[in-house]
């Protein structure tokens, strides 16, 4: 089951304001737009925009970077010990989505 982003908030307490919050800075600075729901007209949906979706790519790429970076000093074999791990991990978390 995924969790939408309110429910995480709320369940550490701080709720969908927060949520808004943080929308309403993204829209200032440009990284994201909101789009009314066709489906219900109540509903605003949040979507990144091209310039947040530049950004997002970025910090990706520099992200990737520092792991690589990070996980260079390891095996081919290593490397892999440690994704064994990880994943039966995650499985017993509930995670499916790397069967």
Not at 22 to 34: F, I, M, P, Q, S
Not at 48 to 59: F, V
Request: with cysteine.
């Amino acid at each position: 089951m995924q969790r939408s982003p309110w429910r995480r908030n709320s369940s550490r307490g701080s709720g969908g304001f927060a949520a808004l919050s943080c929308a309403n800075g993204e829209c200032a600075k440009g990284l994201v737009e909101r789009v009314r729901d066709s489906a219900d007209r109540r509903s605003v949906r949040i979507r990144l925009t091209e310039h947040g979706k530049d950004l997002a790519d970025q910090a990706m790429d520099a992200h990737l970077r520092d792991y690589e970076r990070i996980l260079s000093v390891l095996t081919p074999e290593e490397c892999e010990q440690i994704a064994s791990g990880l994943r039966k991990v995650l499985e017993a978390q509930g995670d499916t989505a790397l069967s």
